[in-house]
Structures are given as structure tokens and as C-alpha cells.
């Protein structure tokens, strides 16, 4: 057995690499809406749900590479850790919006965008770049609509991700049987697919090359400690919080 070289550690080393497994993932649809049972606990590969939980990656890139895979449990629960984060703001809303709480995923897209609340003390800004750069450019879901002669970059992404989300809910709305088919086959889900894998690839390969593809870790023995990664609550989150607890998965 290969075992890994950080001193002090015993743990086999993976037999797939992050960004091996990121290629494998763009073989499956960018997610658009809540999978069907045991999909959203062991993701539509079953063995790259433990394959990404072993590697210890940086956070961000971990809960990403959970979503590509069409697993919402582990994010669920981690990103709630990253609420003043502004990639954990654009994770959350990407979580959001494939569990079918739109409501929510705009808000989160909002904060992410950096144009809702003004950065606090436990605010971490990165990524507030990414989502300003990917979603100003997709402009094309702003077309005959009042929004596309914003000029504002931040505010023009903010508009962009709100449309996507939109878009998706009214093909869920107007689905015929079951929700995940919604709209399956037609060019419209095709194009709303290729939107939502863009964008979570954008967050993967963002992510990696900020931090590192490699082992985080979470404690001794390991790389380095991700802890810094998770961020603190405001009053009003930590009040949210006790009013959800024990809120599990959303089915919508």
C-alpha cells in the first residue's frame, strides 16, 4: 500500500487526483435541479463522493467538486460554515437553486455579487471576483429585458445570475412529471446545463489555482489546517440559525 509522505501521516494516498476527477465530472450535465434518492447522499458517481472526501482539499474546491457530482448532502452541511464568505456565498447559492429554494438562491447570488451587504470584520472577499466575472458575461440572459443596459460590472452580474435562476425555476414550474426531467431534451435545458457546469468549473479552477489542488488537511499530520476557510456569523445569522435547527436537506 502507498502511503502518504507528509510526516506523522499513515493515510493511503488517493487514487485519484483532484484535477483528474474534475475531468471525469465533465462528462455529467451541469445541475439544474434537486436528483432523485441516494443521488443527492452519494452523488450520480458513487465512488468520486468518497474519492473527493478523501483528498482534504481546501473547502471551496471540495464542495464544488461535491456539486458537479449532484451531491447536496456534504455541502449542505459546510457550507453553512461559509456564509460570509464570498465563494461560500456563490456555493450556497448554487446549492440553493438545484435544491429548488429559489427564494434563497437569490439571496445568496446577491451577496455574492458583493452588491447586497458591505463587507464586515468576518467577511473573506475572495471570489466576490469570480462570480463578478463570470455571470457579467452572460449577458445574453439579460436580452429585452431592462437590465441589460446596466453598466455596472457587479451590479450587471447580480442581474445575469438572477435571470439564470429565474429561467430554471419556470422550467421546473412548467414541468409535466417528474421535476428532475423537467424540460429534458429541449435546447433550452441544454443551454441552462452548459450555463451551470461553466459556472461551477469556474469555481473549481478558481479555486485550485488559488489554493492549491492538493491536501488541506484538517489537523496534524496533514499539509495545512483549512480551518481558516470557515468563517464566523453575524448576530443575525447566528438568530436564523437557531430558529432552523435541526433543518435538515430541503426537498422541494
Known sequence: MVVNAVAGSSRPSPSLSAKEIHNKLQELPGPLFHPPSPTEYKGKVPRLQS?????????????????????????????????????????????????????????????????????????RTEGQDVFVRFWSRQTRLLVDTDAEDIEDEAQLARAAGIAFIDQVEKMKKESKGQVFDAGLGTLERQELEWISKAELNTVVEWAGSTFGWKDWGRGEGYAKDASDAYTGNTEEQREIFKKQSGEGIRKF
Open 51 to 123: 474519492a473527493i472526501a478523501d483528498l482534504r482539499l481546501h473547502p471551496l474546491l471540495e464542495e464544488s467538486l461535491h456539486l458537479m457530482n449532484y451531491s447536496l448532502v456534504e455541502p449542505h452541511f459546510y457550507l453553512r460554515k461559509m456564509q460570509n464568505s464570498r465563494g461560500g456565498q456563490h456555493l450556497h447559492g448554487i446549492l440553493h437553486r438545484i435544491e429548488g429554494d429559489y427564494e434563497n438562491a437569490r439571496t445568496w447570488y446577491r451577496e455574492a455579487s458583493g452588491t447586497e451587504t458591505p463587507a464586515q470584520d468576518v467577511t
